[in-house]
């Protein structure tokens, strides 16, 4: 009976947790509207929520990492280089969605480089995806000779960043597309359950038969992926392919 009150208190604590969130940025949204009389037109929300897709996208797969117990600081440089790499890609003659496919594909390389990196050579993340930040920023710097590319893009380059199906910006529909599948993840698949486990206590997720090393390999795959798509996106939407986009996340988090 006692531990049963106890997971009825936690559980109504976390959803305390969750509706302060809730509170405060009502609170604040409500503050802007006061202040600005156009915080709320259709124009400025159709702005910001096409802005933070970026972060909302890489956001699902990080969170699910960190809640692994681990971390990627690389995600800027990531999203640097795979929308760098995107814009350079249109540069050559390559088809928008190949070139989407390509970048996207490096940021998976990326994470599995970092998954690699801290589960089998046991580096601590935050020092490996440290090295992984500043050789990715390295190589899109190298690659782009310091200069943002917006030559040669092609008219379609901006189709996924600026388009719209109907009244509702693609970038938006991806990102709520995203959002759903990864909280679906992370409440009804296996894969969230053992990422709560390991984030708990490893031994004991080890222990339990659950093959950590694999989970946290496929959880920075994961953030790679979802980040070097990010980065794609990002560039479609800014119309240009820029080396130091992104080089604020890591003080953001």
């Given at each position: 009976?006692?531990?049963?009150?106890?997971?009825?208190?936690?559980?109504?604590?976390?959803?305390?947790?969750?509706?302060?969130?809730?509170?405060?940025?009502?609170?604040?949204?409500?503050?802007?509207?006061?202040?600005?009389?156009?915080?709320?037109?259709?124009?400025?929300?159709?702005?910001?929520?096409?802005?933070?897709?970026?972060?909302?996208?890489?956001?699902?797969?990080?969170?699910?990492?960190?809640?692994?117990?681990?971390?990627?600081?690389?995600?800027?440089s990531i999203l640097g280089l795979t929308g760098?790499?995107?814009?350079?890609?249109?540069?050559?003659?390559?088809?928008?969605?190949?070139?989407?496919?390509?970048?996207?594909?490096?940021?998976?390389?990326?994470?599995?480089?970092?998954?690699?990196?801290?589960?089998?050579?046991?580096?601590?993340?935050?020092?490996?995806?440290?090295?992984?930040?500043?050789?990715?920023?390295?190589?899109?710097?190298?690659?782009?000779?310091?200069?943002?590319?917006?030559?040669?893009?092609?008219?379609?380059?901006?189709?996924?960043?600026?388009?719209?199906?109907?009244?509702?910006?693609?970038?938006?529909?991806?990102?709520?597309?995203?959002?759903?599948?990864?909280?679906?993840?992370?409440?009804?698949?296996?894969?969230?359950?053992?990422?709560?486990?390991?984030?708990?206590?490893?031994?004991?997720?080890?222990?339990?038969?659950?093959?950590v090393d694999a989970v946290v390999i496929l959880?920075?795959?994961?953030?790679?992926?979802?980040?070097?798509?990010?980065?794609?996106?990002?560039?479609?939407?800014?119309?240009?392919?820029?080396?130091?986009?992104?080089?604020?996340?890591?003080?953001?988090?």
């Amino acid at each position: 009976m006692g531990r049963e009150g106890n997971m009825n208190m936690k559980i109504r604590r976390e959803i305390l947790q969750k509706l302060v969130i809730v509170v405060v940025l009502l609170f604040i949204g409500i503050i802007r509207a006061l202040l600005s009389d156009v915080f709320l037109t259709p124009t400025n929300l159709n702005n910001v929520s096409r802005q933070v897709s970026f972060v909302v996208i890489t956001g699902c797969a990080i969170t699910l990492l960190m809640i692994s117990g681990n971390f990627d600081l690389s995600i800027g440089s990531i999203l640097g280089l795979t929308g760098m790499l995107s814009a350079y890609f249109m540069t050559l003659g390559i088809p928008l969605w190949f070139s989407i496919v390509l970048a996207t594909l490096i940021g998976t390389a990326i994470g599995l480089l970092n998954g690699v990196l801290v589960v089998k050579l046991k580096i601590p993340s935050i020092i490996a995806t440290l090295g992984t930040m500043y050789a990715a920023r390295g190589v899109a710097l190298v690659i782009s000779g310091g200069h943002s590319i917006h030559l040669g893009l092609g008219p379609h380059f901006t189709l996924l960043g600026r388009g719209y199906i109907g009244p509702v910006p693609i970038s938006l529909l991806i990102t709520i597309s995203i959002l759903f599948l990864f909280y679906f993840i992370e409440t009804k698949t296996i894969l969230g359950k053992y990422s709560f486990a390991i984030g708990g206590n490893k031994r004991t997720a080890l222990l339990s038969g659950i093959n950590v090393d694999a989970v946290v390999i496929l959880l920075y795959v994961l953030v790679g992926t979802l980040t070097g798509f990010s980065g794609t996106l990002m560039a479609s939407r800014l119309g240009v392919g820029q080396a130091m986009v992104g080089g604020s996340w890591v003080h953001r988090r």
